[in-house]
């Protein structure tokens, strides 16, 4: 096999990994913090918050992530059309985004729930006999362990966030698989492209997922 | 100081508390006792409202605790109160421990925070840990930098919810001489304890608890003299025999 035409293809294989990644950091970014705020609505004392958020990530995690990309490609536009009175489209990049970000929020905030019900009540009450706040207590003292807590967990997830992202082909968004396909597909050498794309990802998950396993060997000792 | 009025608590259908009534003056020391699941601790996290009680009122320093117009944040943070299992938040230092709610909640300069909480970790006698994580104190350490992270915010009365039942033996002493101390400097005490000798060198008075209500509410003398229900007289002969 002649892997020659891949030297020529790097420079549109690498934006496409440029875009993989932007989405990536972006989505890890607004689905922790989207999760985070929807862990604290499902342990919230206000049943209807708790009942809303609850909803919400059971809906999110019983849909496909295909369903909701495309889903979000046609309606998401549509909305902020309608919110904003323009008509501009947003484009598949930010649609994908929001789609991830309210994807992935609905598996960040299972594991940020578990991570601050693992923080023992006393904390709570210490922060609170110190006259914090509801607030308070949450951002300097139980988020901050939590978060060191689920640290290997949310990096697992992002780790298959990752791959998820390839998903973003069926709106014709160019990340890194599809850079790789299409490369192939205009020289006609479909298979080396593809194969370099697999081998690619899996050092990039397989990588960062050893590096978790370790880090999370660290934390528990 | 602290007045306790005819409060009463139910988990459910479960009666914790029965119709308690107590007051704690200024500068007097109180110590609770009693067996577990009496309901002390309880009634001690709802002096500042840690716990919600349904019936009663609870008055500190003039102010309603049970009242929903009250600012609790705001009332809990002139009421100092130590755990038993310390409560230390283990992703600080020493000093950020002692530092934090002084900063955040009464709005102390970063480093006029860290002088007062370095002046009372010297106090209990422990300035040479300031760097350090709580993880790397022993027990006892750990409960005396709780109670000058308490201290730290001046306090008008402390709250100790059975500060020495988490210790090994050898610690329990450097934790009570510390309250022993405070007792001394005429701070106001509620001490949910088990120690008696504690109890009997600075308490003023003790109540003695039991089945969520307050059995017995005498000066210490009276108290360990001649206990007038029998709960408690079999409650002392046990913890006092050895």
New interface residues.
């Given amino acids: 096999m002649d892997f020659s035409s891949l030297i020529t293809a790097m420079p549109g294989l690498l934006s496409g990994m440029m875009l993989t990644l932007k989405l990536l950091v972006l989505a890890i970014i607004g689905g922790v913090a989207l999760g985070t705020l929807l862990a604290l609505a499902r342990l919230s004392n206000n049943k209807l918050l708790s009942t809303l958020a609850g909803f919400y990530v059971n809906y999110f995690r019983s849909i496909p992530l295909l369903l909701v990309i495309t889903w979000f490609y046609f309606v998401v536009p549509f909305i902020i059309g309608w919110l904003t009175g323009t008509n501009e489209p947003i484009g598949a990049f930010y649609s994908c985004l929001v789609a991830f970000m309210m994807f992935e929020a609905a598996y960040y905030c299972e594991i940020v729930r578990a991570g601050i019900q693992s923080i023992?009540k006393?904390?709570v009450?210490?922060?609170?006999?110190?006259?914090?706040?509801y607030s308070?207590t949450m951002r300097?003292?139980i988020l901050?362990?939590a978060f060191?807590k689920m640290t290997p967990l949310l990096l697992q997830q992002s780790i298959i966030l990752f791959q998820d992202t390839s998903l973003v082909y069926a709106v014709g968004l160019m990340d890194f698989l599809n850079s790789a396909r299409s490369g192939g597909d205009i020289v006609g050498e479909l298979h080396q492209f593809l194969l370099f794309a697999g081998l690619v990802y899996f050092i990039i998950s397989f990588g960062a997922s050893t590096l978790v396993k370790r880090l999370q060997k660290r934390l528990t000792v | 100081m602290i007045s306790i009025k005819n409060v009463s608590k139910w988990y459910g259908d479960f009666k914790v508390l029965t119709d308690c009534t107590t007051e704690v003056q200024k500068g007097e020391v109180v110590v609770v006792c009693g067996p577990s699941g009496s309901g002390k601790s309880t009634l001690i996290?709802c002096v500042?409202g840690?716990e919600p009680f349904q019936s009663g009122d609870i008055i500190v320093d003039g102010i309603s605790v049970g009242s929903p117009k009250t600012d609790l944040?705001?009332l809990?943070?002139?009421?100092?109160?130590v755990?038993q299992?310390f409560?230390?938040?283990?992703?600080l230092s020493i000093t950020d421990n002692l530092a934090?709610?002084q900063i955040?909640?009464?709005g102390r300069k970063e480093d006029e925070a860290k002088k007062k909480g370095l002046a009372l970790l010297d106090r209990v006698g422990l300035s040479a840990h300031a760097a350090k994580f709580p993880g790397q104190l022993s027990g006892g350490q750990q409960q005396r930098v709780a109670i000058a992270?308490?201290l730290a915010?001046d306090p008008i009365a402390m709250l100790f919810d059975e500060p020495t039942s988490a210790l090994d033996p050898e610690m329990i002493n450097e934790v009570l001489d510390v309250m022993v101390q405070l007792a001394h400097e005429g701070m106001t005490m509620m001490c949910v304890t088990h120690e008696m000798g504690f109890a009997r060198k600075v308490a003023n008075r003790v109540i003695f608890m039991d089945q969520g209500a307050i059995v017995e509410d005498a000066n210490k003398d009276d108290f360990f003299g001649s206990p007038r229900s029998e709960r408690a007289q079999t409650f002392l002969s046990k913890i006092l025999q050895h």
């Fill in positions: 023992s006393g904390q009450n210490a922060a609170y006999a110190l006259g914090m706040s308070q300097l003292v901050p362990q060191r | 996290k500042n840690l944040p705001k809990r943070s002139r009421v100092g109160m755990f299992h409560e230390l938040f283990p992703h934090l709610a955040k909640v009464l992270r308490a915010m």
